[in-house]
Each structure stands twice: as C-alpha cells, then as structure tokens.
Nanobody, 125 residues
Framework: VQLQASGGGLVRAGGSLRLSCAAS????????MAWFRQAPGKERLFVAG????????NYADSVKGRFTVSRDNAKNTVYLQMNTLKPEDTAVYYC???????????????????WGQGTQVTVSS
C-alpha cells in the first residue's frame, strides 16, 4: 500500500483545512487508517483514526470536537476535516495504515505498517 497525503497549507487561527490521504493497492476497505502529526523538535503524535468499517473512530484529546476523520472506501481515501485550527496544530501531518478488520483504532504509531510522506499544516495567530 502506498499513501499520498495532501491538503495541507497555511491558514489563520480559527480557520479550516481538509486533509486527504489517497491509498493505492487493493483491500483499502480492510485497513485501519490514522493521522499523526509531528511538530518541529517534537515526537510524532496520534491525531485521529478510523477503523476499516468506519464504525469506530478515535481522537486525541487535543483535537476532539474540532477534527473529524472519515473515509470513502470507494475512492480509497481517508479524510481529516480540521476546524477551529489553533497555532499549536502546526505540524507535518502523516497518514498511516494497517491491514486490520478488528474494530477499534490503535493510537500507537508502532501499530501501523504503512506511512505517507506527510503534508505541512501551518496555523498563524
């Protein structure tokens, strides 16, 4: 599986962005998908994820109520809608995938097998 993240950019605080992660290969609908982010000089952190079925989602406390993860299995794409952005949301955002038909979404980076190249999100104050 190859992952291609896009949709990053520069936005003012309070604004919105939608990230997309397009996956190549087959069986996308059987993959748990997640978003992580890494700010300069900091560790990579879990942001949000969605199970293969779309039934289960998981969010970091810092983004709950502001970010929404979704997927379109017909398009082999997972999305991260980011609203009410804050300067502290500034980071490189990565999508990740793991073949898994279990419900629930693991927030550990080591769980995921495939990673995209990242897209920069910069939120100005």
């Amino acid at each position: 599986v190859q992952l291609q993240a896009s949709g990053g950019g520069l936005v003012r605080a309070g604004g919105s962005l939608r990230l997309s992660c397009a996956a190549s290969g087959s069986d996308f609908s059987r993959y748990t998908m997640a978003w992580f982010r890494q700010a300069p000089g900091k560790e990579r952190l879990f942001v949000a994820g969605i199970s293969w079925s779309g039934i289960s989602t998981n969010y970091a406390d810092s983004v709950k109520g502001r970010f929404t993860v979704s997927r379109d299995n017909a398009k082999n794409t997972v999305y991260l809608q980011m609203n009410t952005l804050k300067p502290e949301d500034t980071a490189v955002y990565y999508c990740a995938a793991r073949y898994s038909i279990a419900e629930g979404v693991n927030s550990m980076g080591t769980f995921y097998t495939y990673w995209g190249q990242g897209t920069q999100v910069t939120v100005s104050s």
